[in-house]
C-alpha cells in the first residue's frame, strides 16, 4: 500500500486523461498507446494484438534462482487483467473530467487500466521479491463482441512460457471505496441473446380474417416466457429473461405486417442452463406461432459463459487482500451476480478469481447511486492504490505459493 499511495495521484491523473476519451470495441489505438507510454519505462517484454488492440507484458520475477534462470519452463506464472473499452453512452456524470464525445467510461473500465499499470509499476520495483512471473493482460472489447476469447487465441495465457498457473481481475461497482466482494463457484451468469421473429401475412386492419397478424402471437410469446421458465428451471438455478425489444407492423396504424419481432436477454448459470433455455423456448415459440396459424424462426445464442471462480483461488485471493486492507475489507457474498464478464473465458482455461471492489465516493449510497453502464455513475479515483496495490499482493503471494 505505500508504494501504491506513492503513485497514487499519476494513475488518478493516467485514468482521468483515459476517462475524457473511450474508445469502443477492440479497436483502441489511442489507449493502447498510452497504455505502452506507461509501460515503455519497465522492464517488461511487450506485444500487442494481431487482430485486436490489446496489449500482453511479461515481468519476470527474480525471487530465486530458478526464476532468473533462462530456463523458462520451470517458472510459474500469474495473469492479471484490466480491460480498457467504453460504452456508446452520453455521459451525463457531472464530473470536470467527463467525455463529450458521445462515449464513456461508464462500467468503469479505466479505473481497471490505470490500476493494472498500477500494479505492473509495483511488481516491477519489487521483482526480486517474485518468485515468478506475471503476465499483464490489457484487454480491448469486453463489453461486445468480447476480446478475451481473442486473447486467449492468440496466446496470452502462455505469454510467459508455461501456461499461467492463476487468473485474478477486479471490477468496480457501487460499494464502500476499497471493500471487496468475492464468491466461490459461479460468480457471474452466463449472458444469451435471444430474438424470435414470428411470420405471418400481412393485410388490412379491418380485416383481420383475411391475415395472419404475426403480432398477437408475439406479445404472447412474451406474456408466457415467465411462466414457462417458471415452469423449467428449479428456484436454486435463476434465470432471468428480459424482453428489451419489439419490433412490428408499419408506418400506418391499418396495416397488418407479415412479421414482428421481440428480442431480449438471457442470463443463465451454466452451459446446461443455457442449453436447455434454448430448447424451452424454441417449443414454447413454435406452440404459440402455430396457434396463431404463423409460424416462427427462434435465434438463441451465447454471448458469454458463467463467470466461475475456483473455490480455492477464490478463497486464496480473499485471504490475500485481507491481509493487505483488514478483515473487514473483504466479504463473500451469498448469491452470484445476473450480470455477465468475459474474463469467463480465461477462467475456463485456468483457475482463478474474479473480484468487485467498491469505488463509490465518501457522500454517496451505493444503494441508490447510479451504477454500472448509467449515463450518470461517477466512481471514486481515490481507490486506485486500493486496486494497484491488491493486484500486485495477489501476484506475489500467489507466486509465493
Known amino acids: ?212 397478424n404475426p403480432v398477437p402471437a408475439a406479445v404472447e410469446i412474451a406474456a408466457a416466457l415467465p411462466a414457462r421458465i417458471q415452469q423449467t428451471f428449479p428456484a436454486t438455478e435463476p434465470v432471468v429473461a428480459t424482453i428489451t425489444q419489439l419490433r412490428a407492423g408499419g408506418a400506418a396504424e391499418n396495416v397488418i405486417g407479415d412479421e414482428a419481432f421481440i428480442g431480449g436477454s438471457v442470463r443463465t448459470m451454466d452451459r446446461a442452463g443455457t442449453q436447455r433455455f434454448g430448447s424451452m423456448v424454441e417449443e414454447l415459440a413454435q406452440g404459440i406461432a402455430a396457434a396463431h396459424g404463423c409460424t416462427v424462426t427462434v435465434d438463441f445464442s451465447e454471448l458469454y459463459p458463467a463467470t466461475i471462480c475456483d473455490p480455492a483461488e477464490a478463497d486464496f485471493a480473499a485471504r490475500s487482500l485481507r491481509g493487505l486492507l483488514g478483515e473487514d475489507a473483504v466479504t463473500q457474498r451469498e448469491h452470484s451476480r445476473m450480470g455477465s464478464e468475459d474474463f469467463s473465458y480465461v477462467l475456463e482455461q485456468v483457475p482463478g478469481a474474479f473480484l468487485h471492489v467498491g469505488a463509490s465516493y465518501p457522500d454517496e449510497d451505493p444503494a441508490t447511486s447510479p451504477t454500472n453502464h448509467s449515463a450518470r455513475v461517477r466512481f471514486d479515483d481515490a481507490v486506485l492504490p486500493v486496486m494497484a496495490a491488491g493486484l500486485a499482493q495477489l501476484a506475489h503471494d500467489r507466486l509465493a505459493g
Open 1 to 212: 500500500m505505500p508504494a501504491a499511495e506513492t503513485i497514487g495521484p499519476e494513475l488518478r491523473a493516467f485514468r482521468r486523461e483515459l476517462h475524457r476519451q473511450p474508445e469502443l470495441g477492440t479497436h483502441l489505438p489511442w489507449t493502447q498507446q498510452r497504455v505502452l507510454e506507461k509501460l515503455e519505462v519497465l522492464p517488461l517484454e511487450i506485444t500487442t494484438g494481431r487482430s485486436l488492440t490489446s496489449v500482453t507484458a511479461v515481468l519476470r520475477g527474480q525471487g530465486r534462482p530458478a526464476a532468473a534462470s533462462a530456463d523458462t519452463t520451470t517458472r510459474p506464472a500469474v495473469l492479471l487483467r484490466g480491460d480498457m473499452d467504453g460504452l456508446p453512452v452520453l455521459e451525463e456524470s457531472g464530473e470536470e473530467f467527463a467525455a463529450a464525445t458521445g462515449t464513456m467510461h461508464a462500467c468503469g473500465h479505466d479505473l481497471h487500466t490505470a490500476g493494472l499499470v498500477g500494479a505492473a509499476r509495483i511488481l516491477s520495483a519489487h521483482r526480486d521479491a517474485l518468485a515468478g512471473d506475471v503476465v499483464f493482460m490489457f484487454q480491448p472489447g469486453e463489453e461486445n463482441p468480447g476480446g478475451a476469447l481473442p486473447m486467449i487465441e492468440e496466446g496470452v495465457l502462455d505469454a510467459a512460457g508455461p501456461r499461467v498457473v492463476a487468473a485474478y481481475g477486479f471490477h468496480v461497482h457501487p460499494g464502500r471505496r476499497g471493500t471487496f466482494q468475492y464468491r466461490p463457484g459461479t460468480y457471474m451468469a452466463a449472458a444469451n441473446i435471444l430474438g424470435i421473429t414470428v411470420h405471418g401475412a400481412g393485410g388490412h386492419g379491418s380485416q383481420p380474417h383475411n391475415a395472419r
